[in-house]
T-cell receptor, first 112, second 111 residues
Framework: KAGVTQTPRYLIKTRGQQVTLSCSPI?????VSWYQQTPGQGLQFLFE???????NKGNFPGRFSGRQFSNSRSEMNVSTLELGDSALYLC???????????FGPGTRLLVL | DAKTTQPNSMESNEEEPVHLPCNHS???????IHWYRQLPSQGPEYVIH???SNVNNRMASLAIAEDRKSSTLILHRATLRDAAVYYC????????????FGTGTRLTVIP
């Protein structure tokens, strides 16, 4: 069974732009969570979706948003990019809520 | 979520067992102990989890203290591919689904 896939793997943007990252969960998994990893803050939870509904949200500004489609694929969007948004963005999927999460390889975003 | 404490770094010789400790003195009765590891330039990888009893799988063993205030991840024979940051995470099955990652233990495997 294929693992979690994330696209693109690498991205370079400039300040003020917006970006959309995509995540395809493991087949059959209905829960998708997003995390941000930076050298200074480590791994931090962004939000979680289950059956197209956001169930939980971390402590990030409203510039960070996401959605989940009926096929469980998920996208996250960051608007008005700031230099501090440079990070590795990780997606994790699980069969359902409270189940083991499996992570994708991440999308590395660099904001110049 | 309750907090865990891990050493910042550890070293092990290749093909020797490795014991990675984790303290979680404020663990609650509904907290499961999860271990993930993150290899360089990759996303975190699930290793093992348990509640009260010791657990084994193909990757590792998890030894949980009787009072559950600490646990140890055991890699039976370290290989160079085991060099990674290992995270010990408490996950309340009755609470939110998200994982709280600490700083983890960076394991260096010496050939």
């Amino acid at each position: 069974k294929a693992g979690v896939t994330q696209t693109p793997r690498y991205l370079i943007k400039t300040r003020g732009q917006q970006v959309t990252l995509s995540c395809s969960p493991i087949s059959g998994h209905r829960s998708v969570s997003w995390y941000q990893q930076t050298p200074g803050q480590g791994l931090q939870f962004l939000f979680e979706y289950f059956s197209e509904t956001q169930r939980n949200k971390g402590n990030f500004p409203g510039r960070f948003s996401g959605r989940q489609f009926s096929n469980s694929r998920s996208e996250m969007n960051v608007s008005t990019l700031e230099l501090g948004d440079s990070a590795l963005y990780l997606c994790a999927s699980s069969l359902g809520v409270k189940e083991t999460q499996y992570f994708g390889p991440g999308t590395r975003l660099l904001v110049l | 979520d309750a907090k865990t404490t891990q050493p910042n770094s550890m070293e092990s010789n290749e093909e020797e067992p490795v014991h990675l400790p984790c303290n979680h003195s404020t663990i609650s009765g509904t907290d499961y102990i999860h271990w993930y590891r993150q290899l360089p330039s990759q996303g975190p990888e699930y290793v093992i989890h348990g509640l009260t009893s010791n657990v084994n799988n193909r990757m590792a063993s998890l030894a949980i203290a009787e009072d559950r205030k600490s646990s140890t991840l055991i890699l039976h024979r370290a290989t160079l591919r085991d060099a990674a940051v290992y995270y010990c995470i408490l996950r309340d099955r009755t609470g939110a689904n998200n994982l709280f990652f600490g700083t983890g233990t960076r394991l260096t495997v010496i050939p």
